[in-house]
């Protein structure tokens, strides 16, 4: 059974602060790596993918990808209040266009 | 720009009744998938379609129906609904093997 795994949290982070979320997955055949963003209630959101090993910037968000370690990150720097969400990371499946989703990361940040 | 929209965006049927969820995208994605989405399960796959006629089961597809007889509908069939079918069901699209947009939901109810 190909897997991703997350933390489900809440992990909480004041207001400013940099959060740090962590994803593993199992599938070493897996090649795209992605990150959503949903806010109860709501459908899942894009904010990142990442295709190679290193880092990924774009504006407040950073994705690192280790292929070796089968760890992805997502960094958010200067966390606001309208950050907190519930973070999924999502891989390929068999270096298909299939997602396999992690259960996600409940993200607080504080005021 | 409507983007990919579902209907109903709510619906309360009763078990043994057939519902039918629909999906229609405006952007041409040859891919387009259906998920579920339960709590302490994430999102898991149930069925998606490559193309026009092209469908295939994904991680979950027992009790559902698919078809795909134009690029921009790609409707969901409970034959026969179980109240195990409860859930909030996504349907997402893409225009290659990369990242998939998804719909605003339909939460479902089976008494």
């Known amino acids: 059974q190909k897997e991703v795994e997350q933390n489900s949290g809440p992990l909480s982070v004041p207001e400013g602060a940099i959060a740090s979320l962590n994803c593993t997955y199992s599938?070493?055949?897996?090649?795209?790596f992605f990150w959503y963003r949903q806010y109860s209630g709501k459908s899942p959101e894009l904010i990142m993918f990442?295709?190679?090993?290193g880092d990924k910037e774009d504006g407040r968000f950073t994705a690192q990808l280790n292929k070796a370690s089968q760890y992805v990150s997502l960094l958010i720097r200067d966390s606001q209040p309208s950050d907190s969400a519930t973070y999924l990371c999502?891989?390929?499946?068999?270096?298909?266009?299939?997602?396999?989703f992690g259960s996600g990361t409940r993200l607080l940040v504080r005021p | 720009d409507a983007g990919i929209t579902q209907s109903p965006r709510y619906k309360i049927t009763e078990t043994g009744r057939q519902v039918t969820l629909m999906c229609h995208q405006t952007?041409?994605?040859?891919?387009m998938f259906w998920y579920r989405q339960d709590l302490g399960h994430g999102l898991r796959l149930i069925y998606y379609?490559?193309?026009?006629?092209?469908?295939d089961k994904g991680e979950v597809p027992d009790g559902y129906v698919v078809s795909r007889s134009k690029t921009e509908n790609f409707p969901l069939t409970l034959e026969s609904a179980t109240r195990s079918q409860t859930s909030v069901y996504f349907c997402?699209?893409?225009?290659?093997?990369?990242?998939?947009?998804f719909g605003p939901g339909t939460r479902l109810t089976v008494l």
């Open positions: 999502a891989v390929t499946l068999d270096s298909s266009y299939k997602l396999i």
């Open positions: 599938d070493r055949g897996s090649q795209s």
């Open positions: 952007w041409s994605h040859s891919y």
């Open positions: 997402a699209s893409s225009v290659s093997s990369s990242e998939q947009f």
């Open positions: 990442i295709y190679s090993n």
């Open positions: 379609s490559a193309a026009a006629d092209i469908t």
